[in-house]
């Protein structure tokens, strides 16, 4: 699904989760992240009478949350195509995971799904291997530069992701936006400018447009970032009545 670059031997110093400042990224990392974790506090399964929660990373890459995830509750599982050393499930050259049916409680994805060919088939999967009840948290493009890694298919607006996750079976139990319009125009604006300027000189560049995308951020509600939004987080549930 995504080219994997190297896991770092600390999984909470992973670039996700601690951007360096200055980074091209790091407003929006920094936001993303706490938008994996309001996802987990609000609706994320919890530990099931003793027992751990199986909680799979859809297209995982170098599994950048994993830290997120206390490892006493969660058993975390890694899905991605078989070249990626970090999966612990395989997907299929037919895009089918390789695990039985209603066998996972959670699943995340985090800015995958723009890049998947296929994102009905995805979905569908995902729904599949959800246990009845089980909740999938997603994370994808509403706004952003073009960036395949390696191919880069689609954005969506908040209307459009609801509506293909609901398509595909899920109940939507929760929905949130991050980075609205204005701090969003500075982000593009970066980066269509950074890249001018000599690899020595770019820090110089972006440190202070970060700031301002950071500032910027703070003049949008949220109840308008939920509609209009770089990157979205939508919490999808499986109904109790098994597969579609």
Same mark, same amino acid.
């Given at each position: ?33 706490? @938008?994996?974790?309001? %996802? +987990? ?15 799979? /990373? &859809? ?70 291997? @959800?246990?009845?009840? %089980? +909740? ?15 191919? /880069? &298919? ?91």
């Amino acid at each position: 699904m995504r080219r994997t670059e190297q896991m770092p031997d600390d999984a909470s110093k992973h670039y996700r989760i601690k951007p360096p400042f200055p980074h091209s990224r790091w407003y929006y990392l920094k936001k993303l992240k706490e @938008l994996v974790e309001w %996802g +987990r506090d609000n609706y994320i399964l919890k530990n099931k009478g003793g027992e751990k929660v199986v909680l799979a /990373d &859809y297209g995982c890459g170098t599994k950048p949350y994993i830290s997120l995830f206390n490892q006493n509750e969660y058993q975390y599982l890694g899905i991605d195509l078989e070249w990626n050393p970090y999966a612990d499930i395989i997907v299929g050259n037919d895009s089918k995971i390789q695990t039985e049916s209603d066998s996972i409680d959670v699943i995340i994805s985090t800015q995958v799904l723009e890049h998947v060919e296929d994102p009905d088939g995805y979905l569908s999967e995902a729904y599949r291997v @959800l246990r009845p009840g %089980g +909740r999938i948290l997603l994370t994808t493009h509403g706004y952003w530069m073009y960036h395949p890694d390696p191919t /880069d &298919y689609w954005r969506w607006t908040s209307a459009g992701l609801k509506k293909i996750v609901e398509k595909n079976g899920f109940k939507v139990i929760g929905f949130k936006g991050i980075i609205g319009r204005m701090a969003m125009g500075l982000q593009l604006f970066q980066d269509g400018l950074v890249f001018k300027f000599p690899k020595f000189l770019q820090p110089l560049v972006v440190a202070p447009l970060q700031i301002l995308i950071w500032l910027f951020d703070k003049f949008q509600r949220q109840e308008v970032i939920d509609f209009d939004a770089c990157t979205y987080i939508i919490i999808g549930e499986k109904n109790n009545g098994s597969n579609k």
